[in-house]
Structure formats: C-alpha cells, structure tokens
C-alpha cells in the first residue's frame, strides 16, 4: 500500500514558479514509478512528467523545457518544478505511483491546485 500526499499548490502569476512536493509513505519507494498528471476543468486527466527507478524521465510536449520532475528516494518525495508557467497550465496536479513487479499497482494522492493568472 502506497500513500501519496502533494502539496506546494497556490496561485501565481504567468511567467512564474512553483514547486511541487509528493511525499509517500510505504516501503520500496524507490523501485517505484513515480509521476505527476493534471486535470483542468472539464478536460481529462493527462500525464505531466513520469519518473523511473533509474530516474529516466519523460514529460508532456506542453512542459518540456518549462518543467522538471525529481525524486530523493532518502525522504520518499517526488518534486514538480515549474518554472515559465502559463494560464493553461491551471490544473489539480495529482502524483503517482505505480508499484509493484509489473508496476500493475497504481496509487494517487488526492491532488493539489495549481492556479496561473494571466
């Protein structure tokens, strides 16, 4: 059983930065795949970034470049750094986790609101 809980939402302007925390608690973290998706209103939920064990990476075509997923498996956190954002990237930001051996187990934190004004 793995427990996600995000935080770092809020609300800021266009062209600036926030930085997303996702805290898990359960044992193996780091064989863990780890990611970030979002749902905007009325849209659904997409994938942001995704992180390996290896910390190989991969990000939606709309942040690459702007955004940086990280994870420090000593505190069981997985990061979202945001920087450049835009209105349309307004969206609850959930993290995931998907465990297990055939990463067949997937997990979400009740996500955060992330709020850019223009």
């Known amino acids: 059983q793995v427990q996600l809980v995000e935080s770092g939402g809020g609300l800021v302007q266009a062209g600036g930065s926030l930085r997303l925390s996702c805290a898990a608690s359960g044992s193996r973290f780091r064989d863990n795949v780890m990611g970030w998706y979002r749902q905007a209103p009325g849209k659904q939920r997409e994938l942001v970034a995704v992180?390996?064990?290896?910390?190989?990476?991969n990000y939606a075509d709309s942040v690459k470049g702007r955004f940086t997923i990280s994870r420090d498996n000593a505190k069981n956190t997985v990061y979202l750094q945001m920087n450049s954002l835009k209105p349309e990237d307004t969206a609850v930001y959930y993290c995931?986790?998907?465990?297990?051996?055939?990463?067949?187990?997937?997990?979400w934190g009740k996500g955060t609101l992330v709020t850019v004004s223009s």
């Open positions: 995931n986790a998907k465990a297990g051996a055939t990463y067949n187990m997937n997990y």
């Open positions: 992180i390996s064990s290896g910390r190989s990476t």
